[in-house]
């Protein structure tokens, strides 16, 4: 087997070992702005389906699973605290649709917006970031 498949094969039998726990677009959100704020590595996997997709507009590639996401985000926010970068975070909805989005904030210039969808099972299915120049926001 190679190492590309036998780890996926470890992260579809990790995923089933988490008891999923539901969790509503705004709260798994303000989990996100905690990591990124105070540089903590919460556990979300419970929050996510397995199969959760995570697209940015900055990344070619989409992720595919809520392991790849998890290992992905926990290297990022060791490496922004390693290197000492502040990212501010606040709580904004769409205007036209009243969804919660994540607004990140790396200095007066880089603003970039988290959205979620959750399954019918009130996981976290999918999550997107964009430039918040792409959306009306309100508080």
Known sequence: MSVKKDKAAKRSENAKKIKKI???AEDFLRKIGRMYSEYAT???RC???PDFRYNSFWVLEEMTS???YVDYITGKIQT???ENIVIKTSMMHIRDWGEPCLVLEQGPDIKTCLFVERSKNGLIAKMDMMPKGFYKLVP
């Open 22 to 24: 539901p969790i509503s």
């Open 42 to 44: 919460e556990d979300i």
């Open 47 to 49: 929050h996510m389906e």
């Open 66 to 68: 809520a392991e790849q």
């Open 80 to 82: 922004l605290k390693k």
